[in-house]
């Protein structure tokens, strides 16, 4: 599994740091997604009906029912992220779980998002009082989670709202500890059973002891 090339050049800024590693997605983990993107959509005289856990074959014009297709299902997504100010706003209790682990651990936001998106995404983490490190991959996450880790052995927390990316995470760093939180657990009746590895957590409060325990604290 190939690592992209610009995540891996965003990580060679980061100063090394041996601490426990806690790595965190964004969308629907630190900042709101499925609950804010379909008021967006209103805007644009579309609507999302989640019969199943992807966006495309799920958003369709109101008016007549036509599915939207792929390449403007990916044109949405831009104008979304690049006003995602307007939209999203912090998961309950993620500022507070995170400040219990500042010092402790290093933290670091990979979210998966074109790479153009990441100055716009800095700045609104900023705004929110989430200063963390934060880094964008077009490609699997696995390869980057491996590369922050690094040459030793100290625990790693993976945590991340799409199975896939966890998967990934598992097959490059074997011993990861692997969270699955959804900001709207509704959606998890889309979903398969997930592996026995991956550890089901419904909200930050949920999540924040059994990480802290992951990471030896």
């Known amino acids: 599994m190939s690592a992209d090339p ?23 983990v630190l900042l709101e997604f499925i609950r804010p993107f379909p008021r967006f959509l209103e805007q644009r005289g579309l ?12 958003i369709a014009e109101t008016g007549t029912g036509r599915l939207v297709e792929q390449p403007e299902v990916t044109a949405l997504l831009d104008d ?4 995602q100010a307007d939209w999203q706003s912090i998961t309950d209790g993620a500022p507070e779980a995170l400040a219990s682990f500042e010092g402790r651990a ?19 983490l900023d705004a929110l009082g989430l200063p963390y490190p934060l880094l964008t991959t077009e490609m699997a996450k696995g390869p980057a989670v491996a590369r922050l880790r ?11 709202d799409q199975p896939p990316n966890l998967i990934s995470a598992r097959e490059s ?28 957590v419904h909200d930050w409060h949920d999540a924040r002891p059994k990480i802290a325990a992951a990471l030896g604290f």
């Open 173 to 200: 760093v074997s011993d990861a500890n692997l969270f699955h939180l959804m900001a709207d657990n509704s959606l998890r009746e889309f979903l398969p059973p997930l592996p026995q590895d991956i550890t089901i």
């Open 6 to 28: 610009e995540t891996l050049r965003q990580i060679e800024e980061l100063s090394s740091d041996d601490r426990p590693l806690l790595i965190l997605d964004v969308d629907d």
């Open 80 to 83: 979304f992220f690049a006003g």
């Open 106 to 124: 290093e933290i670091v936001l990979l979210t998966a998002m074109p790479h153009r998106h990441r100055e716009t995404r800095r700045a609104h």
């Open 47 to 58: 609507q999302l009906t989640m019969a199943s856990f992807r966006l495309t074959g799920n």
């Open 150 to 160: 690094g040459p030793g052995k100290r625990p790693v927390a993976f945590v991340d």
